[in-house]
């Protein structure tokens, strides 16, 4: 049975940092590409980030470049997702997400994580 687990979310002030991590397991992990989807009370789930199975390539939101990152520990099973100058916008529920595809379409994702809670207040 394929598990993704996420952590690291919190509450954080505006102009600060978070890193989630999302832990898999019951899957061939490096056959996977992977992705960050976030979802705001009241809004649709939104793709914020996404990685190749290597790490080699990665896409994000336009909302978040420069300000996000997403990486990848194969040996370990684990995706990251470094989050700076987290601003009050970005507060949502955030999932991880192994996709069939590298891509940012939801309708890619396979198997979902439960989501772990960012809320950054102003």
């Known amino acids: 049975q394929v598990h993704l687990v996420e952590s690291g979310g919190g509450l954080v002030q505006a102009g600060g940092s978070l890193r989630l991590s999302c832990a898999a397991s019951?899957?061939?992990?490096?056959?996977?590409?992977m992705g960050w989807v976030r979802q705001a009370p009241g809004k649709e789930r939104e793709f914020v980030a996404t990685?190749?199975?290597?790490?080699?390539?990665?896409y994000y939101a336009d909302s978040v470049k420069g300000r996000f990152t997403i990486s990848r520990d194969n040996a370990k099973n684990t995706v990251y997702l470094q989050m700076n100058s987290l601003k009050p916008e970005d507060t949502a529920l955030y999932y991880c997400?192994?996709?069939?595809?590298?891509?940012?379409?939801?309708?890619?994702?396979?198997?979902w994580g439960q989501g772990t809670q960012v809320t950054v207040s102003s």
């Open positions: 990685i190749s199975k290597s790490g080699a390539s990665t």
């Open positions: 019951g899957l061939i992990f490096s056959s996977y590409p």
């Open positions: 997400a192994a996709l069939q595809v590298t891509t940012m379409d939801l309708h890619s994702a396979r198997y």
